[in-house]
T-cell receptor, first 115, second 109 residues
Framework: EPEVTQTPSHQVTQMGQEVILRCVPISNHLYFYWYRQILGQKVEFLVSFYNNEISEKSEIFDDQFSVERPDGSNFTLKIRSTKLEDSAMYFC?????????????FGPGTRLTVT | GQNIDQPTEMTATEGAIVQINCTYQTSGFNGLFWYQQHAGEAPTFLSYNVLDGLEEKGRFSSFLSRSKGYSYLLLKELQMKDSASYLCVSMNRDDKIIFGKGTRLHILP
């Protein structure tokens, strides 16, 4: 069964450093998403992406964040200058099309630890 | 604005039935989903409702009342592996997605 993959599974970085989290969505999916979940808290929507552009973003997704689909398979989330409060699990998700955007398939997540 | 309320924790017995309620306030409401999340894992999709009524999928059913801003997830014939958090999630017409804090369900043998 096709699945969303994410690398790395765990990333440790120092405050102020840039990080890039990588995701490979399911190959025929057209909509891509990033979420984060701070330990013990709820899942929070960051951004959705379609047709090579951001379709929606939350208040959390400020200028420190950016997303890119550099080639036909990868979907990346970049945090320019990490802060301690960026420590969280980051989930990538994808869905087949807009009409089934509710049925999102989540990757296993990347645990980001900022020290 | 957007807000989702669901109980923090619930306990039920193996083989029993449990109903997890969710109320939401979502402007431009365009659907409600339920996801399951085991500790340390990613959420997995369970169900989706956009019209009033009950959607049944095996042991799991989900109900929606748009006029009341209310949904529930019904789990039948509970199994130990159903111990997880259940996330109520709303979406509006601008594709804004809001997750509830989740209901942690404990299953007792």
């Amino acid at each position: 069964e096709p699945e969303v993959t994410q690398t790395p599974s765990h990333q440790v970085t120092q405050m102020g450093q840039e990080v890039i989290l990588r995701c490979v969505p399911i190959s025929n999916h057209l909509y891509f998403y990033w979420y984060r979940q701070i330990l013990g808290q709820k899942v929070e929507f960051l951004v959705s992406f379609y047709n090579n552009e951001i379709s929606e973003k939350s208040e959390i997704f400020d200028d420190q964040f950016s997303v890119e689909r550099p080639d036909g398979s990868n979907f990346t989330l970049k945090i320019r200058s990490t802060k301690l409060e960026d420590s969280a699990m980051y989930f990538c998700a994808s869905s087949e099309d807009w009409s089934s955007s509710y049925e999102q398939y989540f990757g296993p997540g990347t645990r980001l630890t900022v020290t | 604005g957007q807000n989702i309320d669901q109980p923090t924790e619930m306990t039920a017995t193996e083989g029993a039935i449990v109903q997890i309620n969710c109320t939401y306030q979502t402007s431009g409401f365009n659907g409600l989903f339920w996801y399951q999340q085991h500790a340390g894992e990613a959420p997995t999709f369970l169900s989706y409702n956009v019209l009033d009524g009950l959607e049944e999928k095996g042991r799991f059913s989900s109900f929606l009342s748009r006029s009341k801003g209310y949904s529930y997830l019904l789990l039948k014939e509970l199994q130990m592996k159903d111990s997880a958090s259940y996330l109520c999630v709303s979406m509006n017409r601008d594709d804004k997605i809001i997750f509830g804090k989740g209901t942690r369900l404990h299953i007792l043998p």
